[in-house]
């Protein structure tokens, strides 16, 4: 229902003279008038807007849907809220802090129950611009000054402490940690937990056998020529730990070419355990994170913040060694 002057002008204490001046922008007006005015139409036609959906919403924020495990959380997030009768808006922002700005002002002007929030470590939103919206958060909080009504945590320094470890229990003294800038940087990621693993077992740090890419993306073909490079230049290893699976499958393909039996000469471990871990010759080892498990636990703690109910602020999902073919 279109909202009358009357209503604006009753609502907000003034006449429908002054009401029509504001809206059509013709008169002099005070500015106090004028602010009091728009802002009671905004809200009202916010209401108005999200009263036109028939059904029960939340949001889901998240950088893309190409890489395996974002669109596994998604399908799962979806699927869940579903059978509680929701409807999941959908917000792909590729890491750009505009997009996950206005993603988060547009679900508030929706008035949604909940949002979910997947994304990297940068703080850009205020909580009490949420008006109260519950919100979860996967691995990071996007808040200023405020955690998320829940934080659902992946501890990539276990991870990369047991991968270094399984390396070196299998005998590999020499270990290529392969990763790019961003992993490099995590305060406490997959790179510390290798770290810890060397000075616990009492293996001497290596600089050389740290491949920083540069560039943000190291994929199959710059995994790849990196083996190449290194072994160019008689840097040698004897194991390799890619952080992630797609690094891993292009570091095989390198030594493939280059006639280096794995896991004979060389041992590889991944990160991820994605669909291609279990189709690469020879398969892959690798660190598994149940990406599905991590949806429905963060799908389940929405639903009952939105329900009112009292959950734990902070939950750490489970990581562990898959062993296949490309580790002894």
Known sequence: MK???????????????????????????????????????????????????????????????????????????ENNFYEKDY????????????????????????????????????????????????????????????QSDCLIHIDHDKGGYIATEKLIQKGCQRILFLGNHGILNENKGRYSGYLRALKDYHLAFDQELIFKSPSQKLGIMESKNAIHYLLTKGITFDGIFATNDWRAYGVMAALKDLGISIPEQIQVIGYDDITISRYTFPSLSTIHIDYEGLALLASNNLHRLINHEIIDAWHSVPITFVKRDSTK
């Open 87 to 146: 409807d999941v808006l959908l917000y792909l922002t590729k890491k750009d802090i505009a997009k996950k700005r206005n993603a988060f002002d547009d679900l508030i002007y929706r008035h949604v129950s909940g949002i979910i929030y997947i994304g990297g470590p940068e703080k850009f939103y205020h909580y009490d611009d949420l008006q109260h919206i519950p919100l979860v958060s996967i691995e990071h909080s996007p808040l200023i000054n405020h």
């Open 3 to 77: 909202l009358s002057e009357k209503q604006i002008a009753e609502a907000c204490g003034v006449s429908l003279t002054t009401v029509s001046r504001v809206l059509n922008h013709k008169g002099r007006i005070s500015q106090q008038t004028r602010e009091r005015i728009l802002n009671y139409v905004e809200q009202q036609e916010a209401k108005q807007y999200a009263q036109s959906f028939p059904k029960k919403m939340i949001g889901l924020i998240v950088p893309n849907v190409t890489n395996e495990y974002y669109s596994t959380m998604v399908t799962a997030i």
